[in-house]
């Protein structure tokens, strides 16, 4: 009897048996629930009903499953995105997927800022500056508008992301909002003129909307570069 080879038909088929796939897929179910401190392998065995070195097969450690979630998050984004579709229209797909998936996992947006170099970011990346050539933008300016489209989607999506975070389950958003614009206008006028007179509009915006008209904006200024 050959106990080697028994051996490794016994690990193939625990690889076979766990997918990479499932495991990333649980683990999001975990991030998503509990946070990111809750992701330990001994919570990924316990889900899976699996010893980790099952698990370590397809994974070397938390960093390299934390970079697995996210690509698999974004990867969705940019799949979703309708091939041909017109390069400003693409652009502001891509936007507004990974503002909604952000939002739906805030995790997502904390491990991009970690690690700005993985697989992941340089699929936003080329998502986004990949349609730049088509929009007249010269190779120059290509770099710069890209970063600028990019900051602004991870600044934007994160922040609304963490402001959610913030605000007890249940509460009436727009009775929060209509309590902070009472506070800014508490403030002197004379000091604050603008804050006075866009502070009706705080309790009524919608934040998906004002995200897409700071990328319009953003839009119209690479136009100003060809």
Same mark, same amino acid.
């Given at each position: 009897?050959?106990?080697?080879?028994?051996?490794? /038909?016994?690990?193939?088929?625990?690889?076979?048996?766990?997918?990479?796939?499932?495991?990333?897929?649980?683990?999001?179910?975990?991030?998503?629930?509990?946070?990111?401190?809750?992701?330990?392998?001994?919570?990924?065995? =316990?889900?899976?009903?699996?010893?980790?070195?099952?698990?370590?097969?397809?994974?070397?450690?938390?960093?390299?499953?934390?970079?697995?979630?996210?690509? #698999?998050? %974004?990867?969705?984004?940019?799949?979703?995105?309708?091939?041909?579709?017109?390069?400003?229209?693409?652009?502001?797909?891509?936007?507004?997927?990974? $503002?909604?998936? %952000?939002?739906?996992?805030?995790?997502?947006?904390? /491990?991009?800022?970690?690690?700005?170099?993985?697989?992941?970011?340089? /699929?936003?990346?080329?998502?986004?500056?990949?349609?730049?050539? =088509?929009?007249?933008?010269?190779?120059?300016?290509?770099?710069?508008?890209?970063?600028?489209?990019? !900051?602004?989607?991870?600044?934007?999506?994160?922040?609304?992301?963490?402001?959610?975070? !913030?605000?007890?389950?249940?509460?009436?958003?727009?009775? $929060?909002?209509?309590?902070?614009?009472?506070?800014?206008? /508490?403030?002197?006028? =004379?000091?604050?003129? $603008?804050?006075?007179?866009?502070?009706?509009?705080?309790?009524?915006? #919608?934040?998906? #909307?004002?995200?897409?008209?700071?990328?319009?904006?953003?839009?119209?200024? %690479?136009?100003?570069?060809?």
């Amino acid at each position: 009897m050959n106990v080697m080879a028994s051996g490794t /038909q016994r690990g193939e088929r625990r690889a076979d048996a766990l997918s990479k796939d499932r495991i990333v897929e649980t683990a999001i179910e975990i991030l998503d629930a509990e946070g990111e401190k809750a992701l330990t392998f001994r919570a990924l065995t =316990a889900r899976l009903a699996t010893g980790p070195g099952a698990i370590y097969w397809h994974v070397a450690n938390k960093d390299d499953l934390l970079a697995a979630t996210t690509n #698999d998050v %974004i990867a969705r984004v940019i799949a979703d995105v309708v091939g041909g579709a017109e390069p400003r229209t693409a652009i502001r797909a891509i936007a507004l997927g990974l $503002f909604d998936a %952000i939002d739906a996992h805030p995790w997502v947006g904390t /491990q991009l800022s970690r690690e700005p170099w993985q697989s992941a970011m340089v /699929q936003i990346f080329e998502g986004i500056g990949g349609r730049l050539d =088509a929009l007249g933008v010269p190779e120059r300016a290509q770099f710069d508008c890209a970063s600028a489209l990019l !900051n602004y989607i991870l600044g934007v999506a994160g922040q609304n992301a963490a402001n959610a975070r !913030n605000i007890a389950p249940g509460t009436d958003r727009s009775a $929060f909002l209509a309590n902070v614009a009472a506070l800014w206008t /508490q403030r002197d006028p =004379a000091e604050y003129p $603008f804050v006075h007179r866009v502070a009706g509009q705080l309790s009524g915006h #919608d934040d998906r #909307d004002q995200f897409l008209a700071g990328i319009d904006l953003i839009l119209a200024g %690479i136009r100003t570069v060809r």
